[in-house]
């Protein structure tokens, strides 16, 4: 199994991540944040990486650092559980409906990481979740975890269903990159020999 452990404490937040990307998609989610936890709860189901979060965080000034804290363990435990990336398919891609919204996702877990974030939202809050949060949370995923990512949103109107289909679409494809290609189970995915950083 390839499976990733990380505890990150600082006088802000303390939070602890385990993952498994050779799961069935449990998972056992607690932030805080109601809604990142809907979020990561999507993540983990559609992605079938089994995924425990315990996070506590300063809560009382806002839900920056719990957010951003949560994205960087999680992107750590990934990139962990990767270890030299021998043998996955690398890339992965989706397009993900919601209702009247459509938002396409692109990944290279090459080690490499960077943010494409072609989102937008007509409200500043979701639930009690600043919106503005949620780019963060994909910024401090991607650059952890060692993943090109690109996210753009179509278009949608509803801001749930907006960045609901963000976090599915990123689970279907870790879902595929993660995914060992039989056909070269025993190679790293790279002319150069290696995607390790």
Known sequence: MRE???TRKTKETSIEVRVNLDGTGTYDVSTGIGFLDHMLEQLSRHSLIDLYVRAEGDLHIDFHHTTEDT?????QAVDQALGDRGGITRFGSSY???????????LDISARP???WRVG???PKLGDMDTELFKEWFQAFAQAAGIT???????GE?????IESCFKGLARSLRVAVTIDPRSSNSVPSTKGTLGG
């Open 114 to 116: 960077y943010l494409i």
């Open 4 to 6: 990733g452990s990380v």
């Open 158 to 162: 509803n801001n749930h269903h907006i």
């Open 149 to 155: 990512l690109h996210i753009e949103n179509l278009y």
């Open 121 to 123: 939202f007509s409200k």
């Open 71 to 75: 994205g960087i363990a999680l992107g």
């Open 96 to 106: 993900v409906p919601m209702d009247e919204t459509l938002s396409r996702i692109a």
